[in-house]
């Protein structure tokens, strides 16, 4: 018989000893560690998932402040260009005013040498022509050239003009004392002063007061001043003159426009 | 030669006679149970685990997939049963490469005795599941009553049927090898050796899935 009924029995109740303890001894205890492990994997993808949502959040609150900074950022460099703009104008601006400043200062005192030269030049001129006219006078025609400028200037009050008797007789005479100044360059011998007194006697003032008088600033030459009193201003307007100072006057005027045109040119 | 371990008998205590059969079902309880012990008394409930729980996690898994995958239900109460029914069948039969050894389900007495918990924890099941008459009424008077005494001779034939392959594919793999042994003692055992190994697993393997086929058919509603 290859049934032994003693045998089965024994072995359903091996059998069902051996389920009974492979139950607490496996399966119980495999199974309460996979499900803990399952619900510690849960637990750590909810973690995870949690995390990924902060991480998120901040992510994207950096990249809004980031784009803050950003425009921020940009503010503030177009703001520092204008400032920078603004700097810089003003400052061109600046350097232009002192420039044109200093270039204007710098004609200034180049109009002030160009006067001073020119005035030196036209003194030394009408010195030197004085020099020279004197010398070629006294080599030539053996005559002086102040009394040569004296003769003339007496044959001028001789000679005058229609204009000129005009404005005379026009003028106010003034009351009490009616005074001429003869103005000259050089000491006017007594000789040539009664002389000179006498023409103007004749042809201008009968009473007039004549006064003679040395002037330094004048080059070479006499002139006639008629005025009230000495150092009026209510003269009568007119004066009658016979020197270098017209002449140089052209001069001066000639040789500036050359020196204007030559700065000119220079600029 | 004995055809079944029944009849090897180590001792004689009283009328009881501890067979072959009876002694290899213990050492292999023993073995299982304190295996499982050692493994499973440091379990870890973290990613990193011993190897030991790595190979009881997968068998486990693996035999709760399989009831999941026949039932259709939660494998947690077929487990146990189940579960021991494919272990203790596939121990048993993967240890017949030990020389000496004598696999207890060479036994037609262990095979039916495996069957008739079957043959018991059917109704069990389908009892617990849907009641008694809902249990009866589905797995004896189906499609119609009429049918009952076919059922009846279905489920006993389906508890015949589970002992005897059992018995009949380890105890003829057995003799095979112990006749090759004679016949040709080189190479040809190794062969049918490991022939032997993949027949044990798979007969626990149809074992299991049958008894849980028949189970599932207990407890499921349709």
Redesign the interface.
Known sequence: M???????????I??????????R???K??????E??SQ??ERQLATAASKEKDAEAEKKLYLQKQQELEAQKQAWLEEAKQEVEQEKARLTQQAQAEVEQVRSQWYRTLEHDRHKFIHQLRDRLGQQVAVTTRKALADLANANLETQIIDTFIDRLHNLDDLQKNTISTAPVPNPNHIINICSSFTIPEEKKERVITAIREQIAPNAEVQFEIVEDFICGIELRDQAMPGSLADRGYKISWHLEHYLTELETATAKVMSENNNRAA | MN??P?QTIFQQIGI??I?A??VF??LI?VL??LG??LI?RK?????KISRG?NL??VL??GIKTQIEEVSQQKP?PY???I??LF??IAFSNLLSIIPGYQP?TG????T???A??VFFAVPLYGIRKQGLWGYFKQYYLQPTPFMLPFNLIGRFSNIISLSVRL?GNVMSGTMIVAILLSIAPLFFPIIMQAMGLLTGLIQAYIFAILAMVFIAAATSNT
């Open positions: 290859l049934i032994d009924p003693f045998v089965v029995i024994a072995q359903i091996n059998f069902l000893i051996l389920v009974a303890l492979l139950k001894f496996l399966y205890p495999i199974t309460d560690a996979m803990a492990r510690r994997i | 055809l079944t029944d009881i006679p067979n059969t009876l079902t213990w309880m299982l149970i499982s012990w499973t379990l870890s409930a973290s990613t729980q009881l996690e486990v898994l947690e487990l146990p049963f579960g021991t272990i203790f207890p036994s037609l007495s262990t039916a005795a495996l008739i918990c018995f």
